[in-house]
């Protein structure tokens, strides 16, 4: 069965550090790939898709950047993370229908 | 793009009530899902439903795409369905590229 997996949990970085988040997908191949943010509130914003390897699509102008070095790797950077990165983000993936979303991370620039 | 608006917003139950939620969308879609996110923030696929009815226990959707709206029904709700419910579509080239409703954030009292 498909699972997957996504890391860490929860994260408090400061303002101008660094940013990675890992999603990996296990027992699919050739998914499309999916960083969603959820702000305070409750919406969903898409911020980036990738239909395969290298393939990036952005959604939103924005500080972050995604990149898929691998067929079920997800990875969504940052180089200076500002106040408003805050937030919960959210890898998803999908073949044909329905998404899967993972655990997601939450975020908190201080 | 495609606006989607939810109601009610928000909605208080007694346990072992019946409720309709309700996703209105602004275009033709051949994507649309909704989701229940439960207090730890998992997003849960309940139905995939581009249009025609659906059912799985006690929740059941049907999508009249015709018309751009689509309804989640839950019935004999109970607390474990708390949480907030979305409405996610996608048209045209955009297939896969969901835009969220809002929610409607949903308390089942015992």
């Known amino acids: 069965s498909q699972t997957i997996h996504q890391w860490p949990a929860t994260l408090v970085q400061p303002v101008g550090s660094p940013l990675s988040l890992e999603c990996t997908v296990e027992g699919t191949s050739n998914p499309n790939l999916y960083w969603y943010r959820q702000a305070a509130g409750r919406g969903l914003q898409l911020l980036f898709y990738s239909v395969g390897i290298g393939q990036i699509s952005s959604e939103v102008p924005q500080n972050l950047s995604a990149s898929r070095p691998q067929d079920r790797q997800f990875i969504l950077s940052s180089k200076k993370l500002l106040l408003s990165d805050s937030g919960f983000y959210l890898c998803a993936w999908n073949r044909d229908y329905g998404y899967t979303f993972g655990s997601g991370t939450r975020l908190t620039v201080v | 793009g495609i606006q989607v608006e939810q109601s009610p917003p928000d909605l208080i139950l007694q346990e072992g009530a019946n409720s309709t939620l309700r996703c209105n969308f602004s275009?033709?879609?051949?994507?649309l899902q909704w989701f229940h996110q439960n207090p730890w923030g998992q997003l849960i696929n309940l139905f995939y439903?581009?249009?025609g009815t659906k059912q799985n226990g006690r929740l059941s959707a049907t999508t009249v795409a015709t018309e751009r709206y689509s309804l989640l029904y839950i019935s004999s709700s109970q607390t474990t369905d708390s949480g907030v419910y979305f409405c996610?579509?996608?048209?045209?080239?955009?297939?896969?590229?969901?835009?969220f409703g809002q929610g409607t954030i949903l308390t089942v009292h015992p």
């Open positions: 996610a579509v996608a048209g045209g080239t955009s297939y896969g590229k969901l835009t």
């Open positions: 275009d033709s879609v051949n994507n």
């Open positions: 439903i581009p249009s």
